[in-house]
């Protein structure tokens, strides 16, 4: 499936990044500094293939989910998310400012980044409540909820860390619940349209 390649291909390229790049502390920089100077093209890239891996799945709920207020909102909100990655590769952010965001450039890549992650994570809940109705997901509810949950713990982490000057172990760790996230979803969908044809 697109979404899974697209969320497979982001998480490797930041892992090879990680050993390309190894001048930038991974608990103080965050992962989005990559873009900047060389390798740059890599995260870039990588933004825009999460974006579109993002959308794909948005497409895919609407093709196969039980469509109410709840989850048409959801899938709303991963279009968001998906077009807000699209922005964060098209604006770097400020890599060597001492407190970034320090320019307009900066600003725009972190509004766009803040968007899109919270988009994730708002329809992460607003799906799991849709996912009752649905008979297709109903199995799926509690672990939706679960990862929702998650996400919010994994937020509140970042802000405790970005407090004593971790901002970036902070946001891998919030990173990496939203990808197994959106992992999980994927692969719940494909489940969904497995049972819906053998139905």
Not at 67 to 83: D, G, H, M, R, Y
Request: charged residues 5%; contains cysteine; positive net charge.
């Amino acid at each position: 499936m697109l979404a899974i390649g697209g969320i497979v291909y982001f998480f490797v390229a930041v892992v090879v990044l990680h050993f390309l790049r190894p001048e930038y502390n991974p608990f103080n920089h965050a992962v989005s500094n990559y873009a900047v100077g060389s390798f740059g093209y890599l995260m870039t890239s990588a933004f825009y293939v999460l974006a579109l891996g993002v959308f794909s799945l948005a497409l895919s709920l609407f093709r196969i989910i039980a469509l109410t207020k709840l989850s048409l909102v959801a899938i709303l909100l991963l279009c968001l998310a998906s077009s807000g990655m699209v922005v964060m590769g098209i604006f770097p952010g400020d890599a060597h400012a001492l407190h970034p965001p320090a320019t307009i450039t900066g600003v725009v890549h972190w509004a766009a980044a803040g968007v899109s992650f919270l988009s994730i994570m708002i329809a992460a809940f607003l799906l799991a409540v849709s996912f009752k109705t649905d008979e297709r997901f109903q199995r799926f509810e509690r672990h939706c909820f679960i990862f929702a949950l998650a996400m919010v713990g994994a937020l509140l982490l970042y802000g405790i860390l970005a407090v004593v000057g971790w901002i970036g172990i902070g946001q891998r760790v919030y990173l990496v619940v939203c990808l197994l996230w959106l992992v999980f979803l994927a692969v719940w969908i494909l489940s969904s349209v497995s049972i819906g044809k053998n139905g």
